[in-house]
Structure formats: structure tokens, C-alpha cells
């Protein structure tokens, strides 16, 4: 116990105290931090239309692909449920691309998507697109291919509803078959509200992944200009909360106004998911009222 | 899932015996589109796979064709990227760094669960708040500081910075061993205590043995995450290329050699192996932890 005690004072509890310090001051790490009160917080919120740009992008990525995502896992999850022949074999091919790191998934969906050479727009040409769009490239188009990304990667998401779903008693569905349900019905009045707390599950991890969400923006929309790496290429399409944060703290050295970022979204985490936990009453089954 | 597979299995011979042939023959057809749906699903997931393994295989020179089957299969590809990227080298560092975080976490955290889960004492309720409370903080929040921290050590750029903090348990994981300790009967610890067993020896003889199922799933999770973690690599080596990770390595590569796809795949290829490999090999151990991370959760 005790180690855990002396690690959570040392990596948890002494940096938040100190970056709740630090958003307050001015801090590059070669002169000490000096205070400048909530200077920091109001250029974030009044100066720097970056910071917008990249509150807004995170949004996007989590209001739309998160439920895309979910979507698909639970319709994946469904389709692969039923045990028949071979099923493990369809099981684990939708399962192996979530094992790729998430650079590698980066930097192949660069090859996949690449508007002139990559195989996708070879087939969209193909079955007669004429001009296909440039993806990543377009800043229209860039988060909506991330979010493809993420579809691809959706096999973690899948397993979990799957297993969700097998455990969901027989009889439930046998009572449903006897009341004459068809099988949307059984879908949407057995199958949903008895994978309801998977589903609360993945919103809530969804959400704090989400206003973490960095690598794969960063390895796509890396842009190196002489010395100078840039990144939220095009057009800061891509330039997400962390990036943001990244980008003037580790680049910039702009310590002090990083850690203002890193409280803000602290807070803005914590409100969404309180607003879900709270909301979520309403439609989250209780499986101990059931057993 | 397999007392499904063996009902569904047993009544078959039964049903084809009573069945008319036009409804044999509709079944059977059904079954076709079941499965070539299946197949569909799956091709979708898998293709781009196939893809980039492809054009890992053409020349540099093809890859930026609209070709999509090699004209030569260029296995040489990977040798050079063996010639143009250290790759041993970064292997290695992701080995060391991956390993030894899994190593204190599991050294770490074992104990902490121990204590949420099997041990009564004043503020166990109240410190369990605590570490769900860890999970949500923002890694970014400590970062910051810990930057500095380390900075002020000297321990940037290096490997301690990526190490050191596990050795000390992790919310997450002392969150899923907390979960499954509590599934092992009382009864067992109780025993051992009336045989005069230390609560050390009850963790280290007892639980531990009976909840390998659970640490062999955290350890994977671990070792995956130090594996592919791209943001604290960064941070943390990025002033040294001789201690970067593979995830680094691979980035960085990509900005030398952007024309060159063909390289560029391979090295994706390789850095995507092991996992794979590592996924066959303990499938069940995966599954398993993905299970019982998701819906104990």
C-alpha cells in the first residue's frame, strides 16, 4: 500500500497542486515561474483563436465518430453473436487491425487514403468517381478519414458488446420468441437494454479518449517545414485540444499556459462525463433489479 | 458461448431428418448470403491490411503507381529498412521500456488491490474513490509538472521517466486486479489464516496463484500500451534518436523517406508483427481481459 501511497504523492498529486500553480504563472523551464494571475486563461479564451479551433475539431471528432464508432461495434457485435460455422475466424479478422499501434494504423491510412496514388480513390475512380476527394489532404475531408481510423480500429469496442451479448440469458430470448417478437424487436427490446451499461461503458471511456485524442492527428497531419515541425495540417483541420496543448508547451516552452489548457480540459472532461453518468439513469438497465 | 455451440450442433442431425426439401433448400440458401455477408465484413477489414503488405513488396518506383499487385515481390524492402532504420536498436529500447513498466506494475499494483479488495481498514472506501478518480484525470494535467520534474533530475531524455512511475501501481490496473480479487471466495483466506498465514503469504500462496487469469491480462494491456504509446515517447526521448521506441522511430522514418511507400509499409509491417504474433500466441488471455475490462467495468 504504501508505495502506492508515496507514487500517488509524487505523480499525482504533487503535479496537479504544481500545474494548478503553474497555469497561473508565466513558466518557459530555464528562468523560474513567474505569477501573472489569469492572464493565461484570458488569452486562451479571448487570444488564441487556435485554442477554438482545436476545442472545436475535438468536438467534431467526439459528438460524430464516437457514436459512428459505437454504432458499428454494436452492429458488428450483433452480425458475429450467432454461432455458426467458421465464426471465430470472422471474429478475429474484424479484431486484428486494433492491434495496430496506432502510429502504424496512422501512417497506413496515409498510404490508403493518399488523394494521387492510394488505393482508395483507385476504386473510387474506378467505379467512376470523377473526382474523388483528397482526404487528408482537404480539410473538409481530414477528420471524417480519422474517423474511418477509428472505424477500422473498432474490434476492442466489438469484443466488448459481443461478450456483452453472449451473456445475455437464453430465456430472455426464448420469452421474447414465444411473445412473437421478430428479430428487430428482440434487437431493441431484449439485446439493447441488456447491453445498455456496455454501451454507458464506452461512451465514458469514449469521451476521456476522445479529449486525449493526439497520435494519430499528430502522425497524419505532420508537416515538416526547414527546422520547424508542424503539425494539424490542413489548414489546422487537424489540430486537436492536445495538440494544441503540445504545441505550446513542448515547443514553445509556454509551460505556464499549458497547464491552463491541461485544467481546462480537466473540466471539461469531468462535466461531460457527469453530465452522461447523470443522463444516463434514465436509459442504463440495472442488471441487479434483473438477477 | 461453447454450451451454445454444442446444442446448435446436436440438433442439426435432428432437424435435417424432419425437414421437407424446400425448406432444406431455403435454410442452405440462407446460409449462403449469412455467410457471404460474413465474408464481406470481414474482407472490409482485412483488405487494407493486404493492401499495405502489397505494396510493401513493390518496387519504390511501383508503389507510387496505381498498381496494386507487385510485378516483382521485393522481400529486400525489409531488409532495407533493417539497413536504413535501426531497427534492432529501437526494438530493443521499446523492449526494455515495455517490459520493465509491466514488471512495476504488476509488482506495484498487486499489493494495492490486495489491500482495496481482501483487507478491512479505515479509508479503504474512500481511497478506492481515489484511484477511479486517478483514471479520469487527464494525463496532461500531471504532465506539465512531471516534466519539470524530470527535467530537473536529468532524466530527460531517457528511459526512468517512462519506468519509474509504474513502480509505484497504476489506477487502472489496480482497478481490474481490485475487481477480481473480489471474486475469490473469503472462505479460501480464511483457511489460511487458521493455518497462521501471514497476509503476505495469503497474497503471494493464495490470491495471486488464483488470479492469473486477471495479471496476465493486465500485464498484455501493459505491455501493448508501452508498446505503441507515442505521446510520452515523445516527450520523454525525443531529444536522443539512440533511445527511441519503434513508434518514434517509425514517425521520423516517415518524414525522411515520404515518397518511398514501399519502405515506409515494410517498416509498418514490421512494427505491427510482433503484435500480431503476440495476439496468436495468448488469444485467449486477450480475450479473456478485454471481457472482463469491459463489462466489469
Known amino acids: 500500500m504504501s508505495p502506492w501511497i508515496i507514487g500517488f504523492l509524487a505523480f499525482t498529486v504533487y503535479p496537479m497542486v504544481s500545474s494548478f500553480y503553474f497555469s497561473f504563472t508565466s513558466y518557459d523551464l530555464l528562468s523560474t515561474p513567474h505569477w501573472v494571475g489569469t492572464a493565461n486563461y484570458r488569452f486562451m479564451f479571448t487570444k488564441d483563436p487556435l485554442f477554438w479551433t482545436a476545442l472545436k475539431n475535438t468536438m467534431w471528432i467526439i459528438v460524430v465518430g464516437l457514436p459512428l464508432r459505437i454504432a458499428v461495434a454494436i452492429a458488428t457485435a450483433t452480425w458475429l453473436v450467432r454461432p455458426r460455422r467458421a465464426i471465430k475466424t470472422y471474429r478475429t479478422s474484424v479484431f486484428i487491425p486494433t492491434l495496430a499501434p496506432a502510429v502504424a494504423g496512422a501512417l497506413a491510412f496515409l498510404y490508403l487514403f493518399n488523394p494521387a496514388t492510394g488505393p482508395v480513390n483507385q476504386v473510387l475512380s474506378g467505379i467512376g468517381m470523377s473526382d474523388p476527394p483528397l482526404w487528408l489532404y482537404d480539410a473538409q475531408w481530414a477528420k471524417p478519414t480519422l474517423v474511418l481510423l477509428a472505424i477500422w480500429g473498432v474490434g476492442d469496442a466489438m469484443i466488448i458488446f459481443l461478450a456483452g451479448m453472449l451473456n445475455v440469458p437464453s430465456e430472455l430470448y426464448e420469452a421474447a420468441d414465444i411473445e412473437g417478437a421478430g428479430r428487430l424487436q428482440r434487437f431493441w427490446h431484449v439485446t439493447l437494454p441488456l447491453i445498455s451499461p456496455v454501451i454507458f461503458f464506452s461512451i465514458v471511456i469514449g469521451i476521456i479518449a476522445g479529449f486525449q485524442y493526439f497520435t494519430q492527428a499528430y502522425v497524419v497531419s505532420f508537416w515538416q517545414t526547414g527546422d520547424h515541425a508542424q503539425i494539424g495540417h490542413p489548414q489546422n483541420s487537424l489540430l486537436f485540444y492536445t495538440s494544441r496543448l503540445y504545441q505550446m508547451g513542448f515547443q514553445n516552452f509556454k509551460m505556464g499556459y499549458a497547464s491552463a489548457m491541461a485544467w481546462i480540459l480537466f473540466l471539461i472532461t469531468m462535466i461531460c462525463t457527469l453530465l452522461v453518468i447523470r443522463n444516463s439513469r434514465r436509459w442504463v438497465f440495472q442488471q441487479g433489479a434483473f438477477r | ?297
Do not use: C
Open chain 2, 1 to 297: 458461448m461453447s454450451a451454445a455451440v454444442t446444442t446448435t450442433a446436436r440438433r442439426r442431425p435432428i432437424l435435417r431428418r424432419t425437414l421437407p426439401a424446400n425448406v432444406r433448400r431455403k435454410r442452405l440458401l440462407l446460409a449462403v448470403a449469412d455467410h457471404a455477408l460474413l465474408i464481406a465484413v470481414m474482407a472490409i477489414f482485412l483488405i487494407p491490411l493486404a493492401f499495405v503488405l502489397l505494396t510493401s513488396l513493390m518496387t519504390s518506383e511501383q508503389a507510387l503507381t496505381t498498381d496494386m499487385w507487385p510485378r516483382s515481390f521485393e522481400w529486400d524492402n525489409y531488409a532495407e529498412v533493417f539497413r536504413r532504420l535501426p531497427v534492432l536498436r529501437y526494438a530493443t529500447n521499446t523492449m526494455i521500456i515495455a517490459t520493465l513498466s509491466t514488471l512495476g506494475v504488476i509488482l506495484s499494483s498487486i499489493p494495492v488491490a490486495y489491500a482495496l479488495s481482501r483487507l478491512r481498514w479505515r479509508g479503504r472506501q474512500a481511497t478506492f474513490v481515489i484511484v477511479l478518480a486517478t483514471i479520469m484525470l487527464p494525463y496532461q494535467v500531471t504532465i506539465v509538472p512531471l516534466y519539470v520534474l524530470f527535467a530537473r533530475y536529468g532524466w530527460i531524455p531517457g528511459f526512468k521517466p517512462l519506468i519509474v512511475p509504474l513502480f509505484f501501481g497504476d489506477a487502472f490496473s489496480i482497478f481490474l486486479l481490485r475487481q477480481f480479487f473480489l471474486t475469490i471466495p473469503e472462505e479460501l483466506s480464511d483457511a489460511a489464516r487458521m493455518e497462521g498465514a501471514s497476509e503476505w503469504q495469503i497474497m503471494t500462496r493464495v490470491i495471486v496463484p488464483l488470479a492469473k487469469p486477471a495479471i496476465a491480462a493486465v500485464a498484455l494491456f501493459q505491455f501493448l500500451y508501452s508498446w505503441n504509446d507515442f505521446f510520452a515517447p515523445l516527450l520523454f526521448l525525443g531529444g536522443d534518436s539512440n533511445l527511441w521506441t519503434l513508434a518514434i522511430g517509425l514517425n521520423e522514418f516517415r518524414g525522411l523517406h515520404q515518397v518511398e511507400y514501399n519502405l515506409m509499409l515494410a517498416a509498418v509491417v514490421l512494427f505491427m508483427l510482433p503484435v500480431i504474433v503476440l495476439f496468436f500466441f495468448a488469444q485467449r488471455v486477450f480475450m479473456e481481459g478485454i471481457t472482463v475490462t469491459g463489462v466489469k467495468g
